[in-house]
């Protein structure tokens, strides 16, 4: 039984209002089985019609993402990772809500993308997809055990474009702004706090604290700092994190706002998502944060999720 702690219930609770009820319910329910066919090695119909051969009941939800599919059969634990299928890279078992940053981000394959935080490959994988193993994509991530795991899912997935590279965030955009390697399109699926998964990661709510906010703050704007300062002008940036805290998702956006020339472009997503906030506390935002999504738990029997995506106009800027 989850016990969250009291500041964390008055934070969600500030949040949501009346609704906070209906959030502290669902986070004791059981996370749903989503998967994301892998059209790098299969079609959406291919696959459809082998699971059911394993007398799995699949559900295809989204007229326009077809590769998106829920398991809704009763399953073993273990029994999805542990599947041919999955083992073999036909499908990627993944949260909804993850799916919405690369989907956000649209990368095609003309495109030079860097995936900046990427480790354990979800996105990373699914951006692959969308570009068809074309272009170039560069993914990295500086924890080296976690690296080990994105290489694997890269490699079970048959994702050919990619240039795998163990960096800092922020320094790897420097050095590769002094190369002149600019990328058209970046993700930027920052490390949070988390309080999103708590659903599947129960220990989160654990380690939990108000000053694990103020930290993951203060380094999500380096980083996205440093991506924008890369991103070539006129290109796209999706920055996401699987956290509700303000701190780290509008406040953030809000300083890049006051620093860059950007925009906060509208999305178009298959899910249901809720406006930014325009105020939080003693905050107040940009009118442009309303174009940013919140993607609540109870909204899609989902993770918790928060994304952006970004308009780079110019490389002035404002401080």
């Given at each position: 039984?989850?016990?969250?702690?009291?500041?964390?219930?008055?934070?969600?609770?500030?949040?949501?209002?009346?609704?906070?009820?209906?959030?502290?319910?669902?986070?004791?329910?059981?996370?749903?089985?989503?998967?994301?066919?892998?059209?790098?090695?299969?079609?959406?119909?291919?696959?459809?019609e082998k699971l059911k051969e394993k007398g799995w009941k699949i559900k295809k939800p989204f007229s326009s993402n077809k590769e998106i599919m829920l398991v809704e059969s009763d399953l073993k634990p273990g029994e999805l990772g542990n599947s041919e299928e999955h083992r073999t890279g036909f499908f990627y078992v993944q949260d909804l809500s993850s799916m919405?940053?690369?989907?956000?981000?649209?990368?095609?394959?003309?495109?030079?993308?860097?995936?900046l935080c990427a480790a354990p490959g979800s996105k990373t994988t699914q951006i692959a997809a969308l570009m068809k193993n074309?272009?170039?994509?560069?993914?990295?991530?500086?924890?080296?055990?976690?690296?080990?795991?994105?290489?694997?899912?890269?490699?079970?997935?048959?994702v050919t474009n990619e240039i795998v590279i163990r960096h800092d965030a922020e320094i790897l955009c420097e050095k590769l702004q002094e190369l002149k390697f600019r990328p058209s399109k970046i993700l930027v699926d920052a490390p949070c706090s988390g309080e999103g998964t708590i659903r599947g990661s129960p220990e989160t709510l654990e380690t939990w604290n108000s000053n694990m906010i103020k930290h993951f703050s203060l380094n999500q704007k380096r980083i996205a700092s440093a991506a924008l300062k890369l991103l070539?002008?006129?290109?796209?940036?999706?920055y996401s994190t699987c956290t509700h805290a303000p701190e780290e998702n509008e406040v953030v956006l809000q300083h890049l706002i006051d620093n860059f020339d950007i925009k906060i472009e509208p999305l178009k997503l298959p899910i249901k998502t809720r406006s930014g906030l325009t105020e939080w506390i003693d905050y107040e935002f940009d009118e442009q944060m309303v174009n940013a999504a919140r993607i609540y738990p109870q909204d899609n029997d989902s993770e918790g999720f928060f994304l952006a995506k970004i308009k780079k106009i110019s490389d002035k800027e404002k401080k």
């Amino acid at each position: 039984m989850l016990n969250p702690k009291p500041e964390f219930k008055k934070r969600m609770q500030e949040l949501l209002g009346d609704e906070a009820d209906e959030y502290f319910k669902i986070i004791h329910k059981e996370l749903l089985n989503w998967i994301r066919c892998n059209t790098l090695k299969t079609t959406p119909e291919k696959l459809f019609e082998k699971l059911k051969e394993k007398g799995w009941k699949i559900k295809k939800p989204f007229s326009s993402n077809k590769e998106i599919m829920l398991v809704e059969s009763d399953l073993k634990p273990g029994e999805l990772g542990n599947s041919e299928e999955h083992r073999t890279g036909f499908f990627y078992v993944q949260d909804l809500s993850s799916m919405m940053p690369a989907l956000a981000l649209e990368p095609s394959e003309k495109d030079f993308v860097l995936d900046l935080c990427a480790a354990p490959g979800s996105k990373t994988t699914q951006i692959a997809a969308l570009m068809k193993n074309s272009g170039i994509l560069v993914a990295n991530e500086f924890n080296l055990k976690r690296l080990i795991v994105l290489k694997e899912n890269l490699e079970r997935c048959s994702v050919t474009n990619e240039i795998v590279i163990r960096h800092d965030a922020e320094i790897l955009c420097e050095k590769l702004q002094e190369l002149k390697f600019r990328p058209s399109k970046i993700l930027v699926d920052a490390p949070c706090s988390g309080e999103g998964t708590i659903r599947g990661s129960p220990e989160t709510l654990e380690t939990w604290n108000s000053n694990m906010i103020k930290h993951f703050s203060l380094n999500q704007k380096r980083i996205a700092s440093a991506a924008l300062k890369l991103l070539v002008p006129s290109g796209t940036m999706v920055y996401s994190t699987c956290t509700h805290a303000p701190e780290e998702n509008e406040v953030v956006l809000q300083h890049l706002i006051d620093n860059f020339d950007i925009k906060i472009e509208p999305l178009k997503l298959p899910i249901k998502t809720r406006s930014g906030l325009t105020e939080w506390i003693d905050y107040e935002f940009d009118e442009q944060m309303v174009n940013a999504a919140r993607i609540y738990p109870q909204d899609n029997d989902s993770e918790g999720f928060f994304l952006a995506k970004i308009k780079k106009i110019s490389d002035k800027e404002k401080k």
